[in-house]
């Protein structure tokens, strides 16, 4: 798949979420295209958002879930710079810090 392709099927995904009328359908969704290991990097990918999000340290964070710092760093970076979209919808999941 080109990037160029890709860009288009994340576009039509995003498009589709945001039609979704109810949380229960969204997850419904989720479970159904995503494998159970993909289900399980993402929750753990939001777990350390989360975490983040709190004010967890990054180290007590790398112990808690088992996770190298490298992409404890990455999440940190998102909720920082990341996008403006990113970083909206975990305000509004987890509060403003």
Do not use: N, Y
């Amino acid at each position: 798949m080109t990037q160029s392709e890709r860009e288009i099927m994340i576009d039509e995904l995003a498009a589709a979420f945001s039609r979704l009328e109810d949380a229960g359908t969204a997850a419904d969704f989720i479970q159904a295209i995503l494998t159970p290991r993909e289900l399980e990097k993402i929750a753990l990918r939001w777990r350390l958002i989360k975490l983040l999000h709190e004010g967890q340290s990054q180290r007590h964070i790398a112990e808690e879930l088992g996770i190298s710092l490298c992409k404890i760093t990455r999440g940190s970076r998102e909720l920082k710079k990341g996008p403006a979209g990113f970083r909206k919808v975990v305000e509004q999941t987890f509060g403003r810090k």
